[in-house]
């Protein structure tokens, strides 16, 4: 893949092809089922019950998957709207939902018991398990303060926002729980939108009534909140040195971007900038400090050098080298750009129009986004939530109300080609009755331990769609849960590479990325013909190693750090 | 003292306290003349636009086909004239779209007509009916560069094939060989689609052609650093920030090529510098410039209000204003009369009392009941002498605002000066008790009103 990163003569660089690229005309077989009646998921997001064109009511829609009971299966959370004007808030309106996976596969709507009915004006959610109780936890990030929700580990939680320290009030969106100082606690990233004044006016180009770009509003900075053991959380944005940047944070990434064992933080702007902070190290036990190092790296603009409209975000090795590559969704005629990482201190190069990912997507406004093997053959394909945010023309056939029938579109399915190139399957997910949506958040996990990685898109205005992935199967897999014991909970931010033979595959375990939403914590690996590994390295997060001996594919094994060796399931 | 010294002294003091007020500088004379008399008609007719199209519009024949037949005369099949829905947009931007529509139906055969109602559409940013237009356009006058040309950029910025979008530049480039802005966006979109090499040789053509062109040394350089060649990319963009320093864009860039050359203090500095930037060097495109300017949406009338504003150009400014207020943006109206205000203050105090006059008027009616306004109105009739005219606006400045100690001493002056000095001395008296301070109170000493009297 170094091909795809640089290239001095005047050819076109190829890159390898471990697997020839799917013609997009492999969209006969249906490679996602959606799901949602049959699985009993109900949930119908209503980002306003006016037409009133509000910022918040377009970029809501977060969704997760999280095994809150610890029963093993992926439950699901979705955020929902309300009156965006907080005095016009209906009393027992829409509230965030909690949906309980049952033994026989079908999903069973908890909130009223569980506590989670969050009614403040939804826009994402982040789960971890802050206090290491072992059960994870819920960040509910709202257009309003947001909420700490502790797992109480019988089916409820508590909202101790206040308690804890963690309230954050304005327009947050999405957020992510990583461990920044080593100190076995997970901290929260908030990024933050715009200091958002319901009463302005926007129009759109055309002239005609729309819903205000960040432009409008004052920019805002993220706030990082540091954990205290488990039991509160202190605001320490400035002594870090992410509270002099204002932009327009809507995605947020943690991964490890130099390399150094201290998880650093990528955060998607929108019409901003968008940050790179590296982690500076604990230079005192208990601080933790950062520095953007976006624009020498080369991932604050395109390669045109114009600050884009980022959405969603991912890290992660789309071209098979290594490294983390970075993956922005955008709005339309923008397109999305992939940011490939060329290692070490060379940065990043935009590969959008060689990896095919841009130019397709010009058309579309990207939101949410995954990145996973769909039919397992060992490379990484990517799954692109859409849906405008402008007003424009109604779309035919569409049966929302106004302005909500001008913004749908379809989602994007891209199958990458072993290299780093994809091809667009068209409408993956399209089936007779979902047609086009307002796509927002994006959840990934499997839901039906079948080994592959299944969906949960958030729409606005509509139901929430739990996508079955039914791709056709290429290879064999292997899932891995990445587990801390001392800490009782998973190892978010740890580093697994798969070793067969000369072939080496990584995958970082992490919950928070994308765009408002929250995944599942197993790491997930198509190994294409390979049958077993040879053995599994585990970097965990505080930057120590250990190896555990190979295993047969096609099943899920545990990593228990400190263990040596797998266990089944 | 003698009559004459005393009304020397008076018309002295009078001019003293008669300070125009708030400060604020105005666009230069000559150029207010020049825009005073157009931004009048502008007022009239947009105004009397505003009442024929504020309404519902008249639909120009939807879904007309144009005649098949293109400028040779030869027939070809009819086309449909795109028809965008534009129940929800504003105003002015319908009236555009109406007019550029009826006047190319209107026309039929001339791609000239076509064309730009194409433009209008690219404007607004229709892309999928811009895209068509241009289409027919083009079909018509296939010679004719702008449409291909435009056509191109349109399909460009809609993610179209990448093999269209390649071959439509190519066309445009066919028609237009020295052209270099064309070389520009060709080699932009080649950077796009992945297509490096082909778009450093479009770069390295437009260079050719002029070798002054900040955005093609820029582009040769951001397609040097995705080719990993540093040193050209440092060449090129060094370059450009040569001819351009102030370009944000050129500085990113540079932070980049620094970065691959493993020379991180500059680096480090071009980063630094890049964060202190805002403005980004544009390409001097004739084409597409032309399609910019004919944007009436609240947007891009907010930027011509704003830079209007900023250079002086008040005829860009009203124009921007007026059709802002038509789109329904009531701010619009006050910033124009508060630039209004500015300028006839500046006018005045440059001693152009004619144009002044002719600026409070019109600032009056863009902002009516300003005693701002009526004050500085009536200090410059004073000034020249209109005594009349001049207390009639110190009343209605009072009327609007009857604590100001300003207007009722300019009143008293103007009463003064009429000869009725007990109502003068009403408002002098009436001014000090506002303000103890105010000039008024010595106005009244040399009148020989004791406290006494002023009770």
């Given at each position: 893949?170094?091909a795809?990163?640089v290239?001095?003569?005047?050819s076109?660089p190829?890159?390898?092809?471990?697997h020839p690229?799917?013609?997009a005309?492999?969209?006969?077989?249906?490679?996602?089922?959606?799901?949602?009646?049959?699985?009993?998921?109900?949930?119908?997001?209503q980002?306003?019950?006016?037409d009133?064109?509000?910022?918040?009511a377009?970029?809501?829609?977060?969704?997760?998957?999280?095994?809150?009971?610890n029963?093993?299966?992926?439950?699901?959370?979705?955020?929902?709207?309300?009156?965006?004007?907080?005095?016009?808030?209906?009393?027992?309106?829409?509230s965030n939902r909690?949906?309980?996976?049952?033994?026989?596969?079908?999903?069973?709507?908890?909130t009223?018991?569980?506590?989670?009915?969050?009614?403040?004006?939804?826009?994402?959610?982040?789960?971890?398990?802050?206090?290491?109780?072992?059960?994870?936890?819920?960040f509910?990030?709202?257009?309003?303060p947001?909420?700490?929700y502790r797992?109480?580990?019988?089916?409820?939680?508590?909202?101790?926002?206040a308690?804890?320290?963690?309230g954050?009030?304005?327009?947050?969106?999405?957020?992510?729980f990583?461990?920044?100082?080593?100190?076995?606690f997970?901290?929260?990233?908030?990024t933050?939108?715009v200091?958002?004044?319901?009463?302005k006016?926007?129009?759109?180009?055309d002239?005609?009534?729309?819903?205000?770009?960040?432009?409008?509003?004052?920019?805002?900075?993220?706030?990082?909140?540091?954990?205290?053991?488990?039991k509160t959380?202190s605001?320490v944005?400035?002594?870090?040195?992410?509270?002099t940047?204002?932009?327009?944070?809507?995605?947020?990434?943690?991964?490890?971007?130099?390399?150094?064992?201290?998880?650093?933080?990528?955060?998607?702007?929108?019409?901003?900038?968008n940050?790179?902070?590296?982690?500076?190290?604990?230079?005192?036990?208990?601080?933790?400090?950062?520095?953007?190092?976006s624009?020498?790296?080369?991932?604050?603009?395109?390669l045109?050098?114009?600050?884009?409209?980022?959405?969603?975000v991912?890290?992660?090795?789309?071209?098979g080298?290594?490294t983390?590559?970075?993956?922005?969704?955008?709005l339309m005629?923008?397109?999305n750009?992939?940011?490939?990482n060329?290692?070490?201190?060379?940065?990043?190069?935009?590969?959008?129009?060689?990896?095919?990912?841009?130019?397709t997507?010009?058309?579309?406004?990207?939101?949410?986004?995954?990145?996973f093997?769909?039919?397992?053959?060992?490379?990484?394909?990517?799954?692109?939530a859409?849906?405008?945010?402008?007003?424009?023309?109604?779309?035919?056939?569409?049966?929302?109300?106004p302005?909500?029938?001008t913004?749908?579109?379809?989602?994007?399915?891209?199958?990458?080609?072993?290299?780093?190139?994809?091809?667009r399957?068209?409408e993956?997910?399209?089936t007779?009755?979902?047609?086009?949506?307002i796509?927002?958040?994006?959840?990934?996990?499997?839901?039906?331990?079948?080994g592959?990685?299944?969906?949960?898109?958030?729409?606005?205005?509509d139901?929430?769609?739990?996508?079955?992935?039914d791709a056709?199967?290429?290879?064999?897999?292997?899932?891995?849960?990445?587990?801390?014991?001392?800490?009782?909970?998973?190892?978010?931010?740890?580093?697994?590479?798969l070793?067969?033979?000369?072939?080496?595959?990584?995958?970082?375990?992490?919950?928070?990325?994308?765009?408002l939403?929250?995944?599942s914590?197993?790491?997930?690996?198509?190994?294409g013909e390979?049958?077993?590994?040879?053995?599994?390295?585990?970097?965990?997060?505080?930057?120590?190693?250990e190896?555990?001996?190979?295993?047969?594919?096609?099943?899920?094994?545990?990593?228990?750090?400190?263990?040596?060796?797998?266990l089944?399931? | 003292?003698?009559?004459?010294?005393?009304?020397k002294?008076?018309?002295a003091?009078?001019?003293?306290?008669?300070?125009?007020?708030?400060?604020?500088?105005?666009?230069?004379?000559?150029?207010?003349?020049?825009?005073?008399?157009?931004?009048?008609?502008?007022?009239l007719?947009?105004?009397?636009?505003?009442?024929?199209?504020?309404g519902?519009v008249?639909?120009?024949?939807?879904?007309?086909?144009?005649?098949?037949?293109?400028?040779?005369?030869?027939?070809?099949?009819?086309?449909?004239?795109?028809?965008p829905d534009?129940?929800?947009m504003?105003?002015?931007?319908v009236?555009?779209?109406?007019?550029?529509?009826?006047?190319?139906?209107a026309r039929?055969?001339?791609?000239?007509?076509?064309?730009?109602?194409c433009?209008?559409?690219?404007?607004?940013?229709l892309?999928?009916?811009?895209?068509?237009?241009?289409?027919?356009?083009?079909?018509?006058?296939?010679?004719?560069?702008?449409?291909?040309?435009l056509?191109?950029?349109?399909?460009?910025?809609?993610?179209?094939?990448?093999e269209?979008?390649?071959?439509?530049?190519i066309?445009?480039?066919?028609?237009a060989?020295?052209?270099?802005p064309?070389?520009?966006?060709?080699?932009?979109?080649?950077?796009?689609l992945?297509?490096?090499?082909?778009?450093?040789?479009?770069?390295t053509?437009?260079?050719?052609?002029?070798p002054g062109?900040?955005?093609?040394?820029?582009?040769l350089?951001?397609?040097?650093?995705l080719?990993g060649?540093g040193p050209?990319?440092v060449?090129?963009?060094?370059?450009?920030?040569?001819?351009?320093?102030?370009?944000?864009?050129?500085?990113v860039?540079?932070?980049?090529?620094?970065?691959?050359?493993?020379?991180?203090?500059?680096?480090?500095d071009?980063?630094?510098?890049?964060?202190?930037?805002?403005?980004?060097?544009?390409?001097?495109?004739?084409?597409?410039?032309?399609v910019?300017?004919l944007?009436v949406?609240?947007?891009?009338?907010q930027?011509?209000?704003?830079?209007?504003l900023?250079?002086?150009?008040?005829?860009?400014?009203a124009?921007?204003?007026?059709?802002?207020?038509?789109?329904?943006?009531?701010?619009?109206?006050?910033?124009?009369?508060?630039?209004?205000?500015?300028?006839?203050?500046?006018?005045?105090?440059?001693?152009?009392?004619?144009?002044?006059?002719?600026?409070?008027?019109?600032?009056?009616?863009?902002?009516?009941?300003?005693?701002?306004?009526?004050?500085n109105?009536g200090?410059?009739?004073?000034?020249r002498?209109?005594l009349?005219?001049?207390?009639?606006?110190f009343?209605?400045?009072i009327?609007?605002?009857p604590?100001?100690?300003?207007?009722?001493?300019?009143?008293?002056?103007?009463?003064?000066?009429?000869?009725?000095?007990?109502?003068?001395?009403?408002r002098?008296?009436?001014?000090t008790?506002?303000n103890?301070?105010?000039?008024?109170?010595?106005r009244?000493a040399?009148?020989g009103?004791?406290s006494?009297?002023?009770?």
């Open positions: 893949m170094a795809l990163g290239a001095c003569t005047d076109q190829t890159g390898s092809s471990r690229a799917e013609p005309a492999a969209a006969a077989t249906q490679w996602f089922t959606d799901i949602s009646d049959e699985a009993g998921l109900d949930f119908v997001h980002a306003s019950p006016g009133e064109l509000h910022l918040p377009i970029s809501a829609g977060g969704a997760a998957f999280l095994d809150y009971d029963d093993g299966d992926l439950d699901i959370y979705l955020t929902n709207g309300n009156h965006v004007l907080p005095e016009a808030r209906i009393e027992d309106g829409p909690l949906y309980r996976r049952g033994d026989d596969g079908r999903y069973s709507d908890v009223a018991e569980s506590g989670l009915g969050d009614s403040g004006y939804g826009m994402g959610v982040a789960t971890g398990d802050f206090d290491n109780d072992g059960w994870i936890d819920v509910v990030t709202n257009y309003g947001d909420r700490l797992n109480q580990g019988d089916g409820s939680f508590a909202d101790i926002t308690a804890a320290g963690a954050v009030d304005g327009m947050s969106a999405s957020a992510a990583c461990d920044f100082d080593h100190d076995g997970l901290d929260l990233y908030i933050r939108y200091d958002y004044r319901p009463n006016p926007c129009t759109g180009k002239g005609a009534p729309d819903f205000c770009g960040p432009k409008s509003f004052r920019p805002v900075h993220d706030v990082l909140l540091r954990n205290e053991s488990g959380f605001d944005s400035e002594a870090a040195g992410i509270s940047t204002l932009a327009a944070g809507l995605g947020v990434v943690c991964l490890d971007a130099d390399g150094d064992g201290w998880q650093d933080v990528y955060v998607a702007n929108d019409a901003y900038p940050q790179l902070w590296i982690n500076q190290g604990s230079a005192a036990p208990g601080t933790i400090s950062f520095r953007d190092d624009l020498v790296l080369g991932v604050a603009y395109n045109h050098g114009q600050a884009q409209a980022g959405m969603g991912i890290a992660d090795d789309l071209d080298n290594g983390y590559d970075l993956f922005l969704t955008h005629n923008e397109a750009t992939f940011y490939g060329l290692g070490g201190a060379a940065g990043y190069q935009d590969l959008s129009g060689l990896s095919g990912l841009g130019p997507s010009m058309p579309f406004t990207g939101f949410g986004v995954a990145a093997d769909a039919e397992l053959d060992g490379d990484l394909d990517l799954f692109i859409n849906g405008k945010v402008n007003v424009t023309q109604a779309v035919p056939g569409s049966d929302y109300p302005p909500w029938n913004l749908p579109e379809p989602n994007l399915f891209y199958l990458n080609d072993g290299s780093g190139r994809f091809n399957l068209d993956p997910v399209r007779p009755v979902t047609g086009h949506q796509s927002r958040g994006v959840a990934s996990g499997d839901i039906d331990g079948d592959d990685v299944d969906l949960l898109v958030a729409n606005l205005q139901r929430a769609r739990l996508y079955r992935n056709p199967r290429r290879g064999h897999w292997l899932a891995v849960r990445a587990f801390d014991p001392k800490l009782r909970r998973d190892a978010l931010g740890a580093r697994v590479t070793v067969m033979g000369e072939q080496r595959t990584a995958r970082t375990v992490a919950t928070s990325f994308g765009y939403a929250s995944h914590p197993w790491v997930h690996f198509g190994v390979a049958r077993s590994i040879d053995r599994i390295e585990v970097r965990w997060p505080d930057g120590s190693d190896v555990f001996p190979g295993t047969q594919a096609d099943r899920t094994i545990t990593l228990l750090r400190g263990s040596g060796e797998p089944d399931g | 003292m003698g009559r004459a010294s005393r009304r002294r008076d018309r003091q009078a001019a003293a306290a008669a300070e125009l007020k708030a400060p604020g500088n105005g666009p230069n004379r000559r150029r207010a003349l020049a825009i005073a008399a157009v931004v009048a008609s502008v007022l007719l947009s105004f009397s636009s505003w009442l024929r199209y504020s519902s008249p639909h120009p024949n939807p879904g007309a086909e144009l005649p098949g037949r293109d400028s040779s005369g030869a027939k070809r099949p009819a086309a449909v004239l795109p028809d534009t129940s929800a504003t105003a002015p931007v009236r555009a779209i109406f007019q550029a529509r009826k006047a190319a139906l039929p055969g001339s791609a000239t007509a076509v064309g730009a109602f433009q209008v559409l690219h404007a607004h940013w892309y999928d009916e811009a895209s068509a237009c241009y289409g027919i356009a083009r079909e018509l006058d296939p010679k004719d560069f702008r449409w291909v040309y056509l191109a950029g349109v399909e460009d910025i809609r993610g179209a094939d990448s269209r979008i390649d071959q439509l530049f066309d445009a480039i066919r028609l060989p020295l052209f270099p064309v070389y520009v966006r060709h080699a932009d979109a080649l950077l796009r992945g297509r490096w090499p082909e778009a450093r040789n479009a770069y053509k437009a260079i050719e052609l002029d062109l900040v955005l093609a040394h820029r582009g350089g951001q397609a040097a650093i080719m060649d050209t990319a060449e090129h963009l060094q370059y450009a920030a040569s001819l351009s320093p102030d370009d944000r864009i050129v500085h860039a540079l932070a980049r090529a620094y970065t691959l050359t493993n020379r991180p203090d500059q680096a480090a071009a980063a630094r510098k890049a964060q202190t930037l805002e403005s980004e060097a544009s390409l001097p495109d004739s084409i597409f410039f032309a910019e300017s944007a949406n609240p947007v891009s009338l930027g011509r209000l704003a830079r209007g900023r250079e002086g150009d008040y005829n860009m400014a124009e921007a204003a007026i059709l802002l207020e038509e789109s329904g943006e009531p701010t619009a109206r006050q910033q124009l009369a508060s630039a209004s205000k500015q300028r006839a203050r500046q006018l005045a105090m440059d001693g152009d009392y004619d144009d002044a006059l002719a600026e409070f008027e019109r600032a009056a009616r863009l902002a009516p009941g300003d005693p701002e306004i009526e004050h109105w200090t410059v009739l004073l000034r002498g209109d009349k005219e001049a207390g009639r606006h009343e209605k400045a009327e609007i605002n604590d100001s100690a300003d207007s009722l001493y300019n009143l008293g002056v103007v009463l003064e000066g009429l000869g009725r000095t007990d109502e003068a001395i009403v002098f008296t009436a001014a008790a506002i103890p301070q105010h000039v008024a109170a010595t009244l040399e009148l009103v004791t006494d009297r002023q009770k």
